[in-house]
């Protein structure tokens, strides 16, 4: 996941659908993150994956993390 800033948190995707993402981010990765932030994906995998949309943080608890995509384009 990149931050505003550039910065990159090596995340686990734990569940995806339509309408966001649920991720954990590594131990203290939660404290990097803000709530309404936009935030971006670098998938090496299968880029496509998240190649378009935009994705705001929507809830942090602890290192899992809420991530709603507002665009709706990201599904290739």
Request: aromatic letters at 6%.
């Amino acid at each position: 996941m990149i931050l505003r800033g550039g910065r990159e948190v090596a995340i686990d995707l734990h569940d995806i659908s339509e309408n966001g993402v649920g991720i954990n981010a590594g131990p203290g990765g939660g404290r990097m993150v803000r709530l309404k932030e936009e935030v971006h994906f670098k998938c090496n995998w299968n880029p496509k994956l998240f190649s378009s949309g935009r994705y705001v943080v929507k809830n942090i608890h602890g290192d899992r993390i809420g991530i709603k995509n507002v665009g709706r384009r990201g599904w290739a």
